[in-house]
């Protein structure tokens, strides 16, 4: 693969557009049946826009490991093959290999049968190649055991096919012929099958010696009259005698595009003129500005086929950048790969733009954004720098750089090939700079850092850590910068400093910042049919929020999103598969996808008052019916409704709303008695979400919920211990606050709090977005174990159920990092016939960072209490806060009475997606005596109270302390 200095020459070829006429033929070959280039188009005509990528399940190191008996992972495939469906991939380029066919020809052909029947039901189309002599393993492939990757290495067990010895060895080639003809021939008719490509890179590292195979192979091919156009791409110098001759012997024309945008072009350009369709087969190289946002509408628009390198993140480590070293950290910057290996996204935004040009989502669906510090692509931007390693407190915003020199920003030496043009000169090995700027107020968390480097950098916002970029690119790239850093800025002044680092070739260096338009409109509330993780489901949306249901499974709710933050869990091991049709796994267990679901309570196996699940047949695995209800102004609503279930003697079913221009999801859960006598449940909702850090390396210890503890409980400690350890560490009363917190610390343990307050909150401390559940307690009433929230974590330790002791797992593959947070109904008397329902919502926004929930109101959540300090006439308002809907603040002054006497609007607007962090100076009148500080709406309506306090003087303040 190319290094640094190979991609710089790559990209710097000249590439001079030629009318390529037909050339003597290199080598004695037959060439029948070539298609015609009507034949060709005609063909194209017919097909989508191809779109997809280059696809190795995440559990193989090579096309050994993916096809052979002992490793082949159908379970794997399907369910990523499900997650490319949802991206709108309708297209996947597959490597098979020679020595999996001579060791098991009709095991092969088998599993790739199964393999095409995953694809069709997923709708993906299928590219299969059958040589290649990239060789990276730099080993004899053979099959086996495969070794494992070296860590940190790019596609470090990667095997040629054939081994090489025997691509110029023509004794070998009647085994050759037989694989070719043996797969071509088996799959010539099947419709499945897009297109052959024959050869993948022929001539990379073997020079001339693959050209005559490759001329052959063609040969081959076309003697078993596939109805299939062939292919090989051109992937290096596509003016050379090779590339020219892959183009002449292909119905279709194809060929690697790793450059940046103007070498795609060039190549575009020598394709097309021969009058074929051209398809890009290879392509994805993020530091090269090689990158979805900037290629994916190009292909898009001209209807260029394209299959980017790789999908889920795993044993071939192509999301390490060409040539790295072993041991080499994971990169801010992926070079190749989508996913990570449970499913969720390397880049959330980037994921969203590929679902909006592959037509998933429309168009609405990308958010606004906007330039909140500007690089210098536009004009020159002034910067402090020095060459020399400064004083170690150089980045804190109070370190004083007057006496670092002043430059304009792009630093670096020119580079014409890659379109670098510096305003400062920088040649040394080490750059440092530092930068005042002035933040936008209402900007959002959803923020990245726009940033054109080479080689190593690194960031800092305020004084922390925001980027640590290894590597380098070729053009400005959007990385989002660390919770840690979002939370350090603040409207008004802020100070962003830099360090670069380079040790081989050239040096470059420019930055800003971009983020999401705090102002940005919000969609109506809409629901349509869609899919998820390969699941088919039904989702919910209105630009701020997205729900995804499942009525095939439970009627589960399987995502509910904040801009970028996922707050549910899912199961990766079984993303994408339905349980069989009695709604249990298949060894009878629990068919455990994840989400959020309706149970009854109490849980139990003593008696048949208590529910023994899960696993739950009827109410937990087999479909409910949907319905979708009739749209009201400002929501849209659908209902969802179990089966029977004769164990329980109910049906449950439920109303979920979603609402224009808010976070708030309501739920109308309705338990029906279908049984002959009376029955007494509670309803049960019972939520699961992920509880792994956002690498999902480990558990989530910054992620925390808060809850009221009832002053009245009829716990003797607030709470009482269901499962675990009675003093199991996570569950910690916070008496000044009144509060239960529960930190999740991967030990096993459940609790029941009969909280009065009616929300309970839980905070992703990495990302500073909160989940909240919203309740009305009936204190009159009983309650299933006594409780209205129950918090379970998993994890460590050992629990009594289901009449046994229990040792829990001790992989987070058995034990996954799940935090649940559940709300209860009181009991429900039922006789025959008759129905309970019961109500609750959900909300979300974010605090900026770890920091607790101590309120929660109709508006927002409190992080830290409203302060209103008064000097003279002079009032200062201090807080930070989360608001479920987008809109203003506005502080209502009022006299001692409780009366108004004046209002002001704060100037920032405010969003549930960024932290509204308060620090505001108000003229106030002199009978003022409290403030409360209230949410309008987008429109100026009040949403209601987020807090309040009364005002102290700074002389009362003074005499207090």
Request: charged share 20%; aromatic share 10%.
């Amino acid at each position: 693969m190319k290094g640094k200095e190979q991609l710089n020459k790559l990209t710097a070829l000249t590439l001079t557009v030629l009318l390529l006429v037909p050339l003597a033929k290199l080598y004695a070959a037959v060439e029948p049946e070539r298609w015609t280039a009507v034949k060709a188009n005609e063909w194209y005509e017919k097909q989508p826009w191809l779109v997809g990528c280059n696809f190795l399940p995440s559990t193989a190191v090579n096309d050994v490991e993916m096809w052979q008996q002992e490793t082949f992972d159908p379970q794997t495939i399907d369910r990523e093959l499900g997650w490319a469906q949802d991206l709108g991939f309708n297209t996947v380029r597959v490597f098979l290999n020679f020595v999996v066919w001579r060791e098991d020809a009709a095991g092969l052909k088998k599993r790739f049968s199964e393999f095409l029947k995953m694809a069709d039901r997923h709708g993906i189309a299928v590219m299969p190649i059958l040589f290649d002599d990239c060789n990276f393993a730099g080993r004899v492939a053979a099959a086996g055991k495969q070794p494992d990757p070296v860590p940190g290495v790019h596609n470090s067990q990667w095997v040629s096919s054939p081994p090489l010895a025997m691509v110029p060895d023509r004794a070998a080639w009647p085994a050759l012929e037989q694989y070719v003809k043996d797969m071509v021939g088996s799959f010539a008719h099947d419709r499945r099958i897009v297109i052959w490509d024959l050869y993948n890179e022929p001539t990379n590292g073997m020079g001339d010696k693959s050209q005559p195979l490759m001329e052959a192979t063609f040969s081959w091919a076309r003697e078993m009259k596939p109805v299939q156009p062939l292919t090989t791409g051109a992937w290096a110098d596509l003016n050379s005698p090779s590339s020219r001759r892959m183009m002449e012997l292909s119905d279709v024309v194809s060929f690697h595009g790793y450059d940046g945008v103007a070498g795609i072009e060039q190549k575009l350009q020598l394709c097309t003129a021969q009058g074929r369709p051209v398809l890009c087969t290879e392509w994805l190289c993020r530091q090269a500005g090689n990158d979805f946002k900037s290629l994916l509408p190009l292909f898009r628009d001209r209807k260029i086929g394209c299959w980017n390198w790789g999908f889920v993140a795993g044993r071939t480590q192509t999301y390490f950048h060409w040539g790295s070293p072993v041991g080499t950290p994971e990169p801010a910057l992926w070079q190749h790969d989508i996913l990570r290996k449970d499913g969720t996204p390397y880049n959330a935004q980037e994921v969203r733009f590929i679902k909006v040009t592959t037509g998933k989502l429309p168009a609405s669906a990308l958010p606004q954004r906007k330039m909140l510090v500007p690089t210098a692509e536009k004009s020159p931007v002034p910067w402090r720098y020095v060459t020399e390693k400064p004083a170690a407190d150089w980045i804190k915003p109070d370190f004083s750089d007057a006496a670092w020199k002043q430059g304009a920003a792009p630093f670096g030496t020119q580079e014409l090939p890659i379109a670098r043009k510096p305003n400062t000169q920088w040649t040394s090995a080490d750059i440092w700079l530092r930068r005042e700027f002035d933040m936008p107020a209402g900007t959002s968390t959803d923020c990245a850092l726009l940033l054109h480097y080479d080689e190593d950098a690194e960031i800092y916002i305020n004084g922390v850590l925001a980027v640590k970029a290894s590597g380098f690119n070729a053009a400005y790239e959007a990385i989002d910068i660390t919770p840690e850093a979002q939370a350090a800025l603040k409207p008004g002044k802020n100070v962003i400093a830099a360090h670069c680092r380079q040790t081989v070739g050239g040096q470059y260096l420019d930055l800003g910042i971009e983020g999401v338009s705090s102002d940005a409109p919000v969609g109506k509330a809409a629901v349509d049919d869609s899919t998820y993780r390969g699941w088919k489901s039904l989702a919910l949306r209105n630009g701020l929020i997205e729900l995804q249901i499942l009525p095939e499974i439970g009627g589960r709710i399987i995502r509910y999103k904040l801009g970028g933050k996922e707050f549910l869990w899912v199961n990766p091991q079984l993303a994408g598969q339905l349980p069989p049709t009695n709604g249990l796994a298949a060894d009878g267990g629990w068919f455990n996808v994840g989400g959020d679901k309706l149970w009854p309570a109490p849980q139990g196996w003593d008696n048949d008052r208590q529910w023994p699940g899960p696993p739950d047949a009827v109410l937990d695995g087999q479909p409910y019916a949907l319905e979708r209800l009739d749209p009201k102004r400002g929501e849209t609503a659908i209902r969802l409704t179990s089966g029977k279930d004769p164990r329980s003697g109910i049906q449950l079913s439920r109303v979920v709303r979603l609402f224009d221009g808010s976070t708030r999801v309501s739920f109308e859960a309705t338990m029906k008695n279908i049984d002959t006598k009376p029955r007494r449940w509670g309803i049960w909702a019972h939520t699961q979400l992920d509880g792994a850090k956002a690498d999902g390396t480990s558990h989530n210890p910054l992620m925390q919920a808060w809850c009221p503890v009832n002053p009245q409980s009829r716990f003797p400690k607030g709470y009482d211990v269901i499962f675990g350890e009675k003093d199991n560490p996570s569950f910690q009363p916070d008496a000044p606050h009144g509060l239960m917190r529960v930190q999740y610390q991967y030990r096993v343990g459940k609790i029941g709090l009969d909280s009065h307050a009616g929300w309970v909150a839980t905070v992703d401390g990495e990302r500073g977005a909160v989940f909240v559940q919203r309740f009305v307690f009936e204190p009159k009433k009983d309650y299933p174990d006594g409780s209205s929230v129950e918090f379970w974590l998993n994890g460590l330790g050992q629990i009594h159920a289901y009449n046994k002791d229990t040792v829990m797992p001790t992989n987070s593959v058995e034990n996954p990092y799940v935090f649940e947070s559940e709300v209860l109904s009181p009991f429900a008397e039922l006789k025959p016939g008759q129905s309970y329902t019961w109500h609750y919502d959900w909300y979300a926004c974010n605090i900026g960072g770890d920091f607790p929930v101590l309120n929660c109101t109709d508006a927002g959540v409190v992080a830290e209490p409203l302060a209103a300090t008064l000097t003279g006439d002079t009032l200062q308002l201090h807080g930070r806060f989360g608001v479920f809907a987008p809109g203003h603040l506005e502080a209502v002054l009022q006299d001692a009475h409780g009366h108004a006497v004046a209002t002001q609007r704060l100037p920032a607007p405010v969003t549930p997606l960024a932290v509204a962090v308060v620090d505001a100076t108000l003229k106030v009148p002199a009978n003022a005596a409290a403030v409360v500080l209230t949410v309008l709406d987008i429109d100026g309506r009040s949403l209601g109270e987020l807090a309040h306090c009364s005002i102290r003087s700074l002389n009362q303040q003074q005499q207090a302390h």
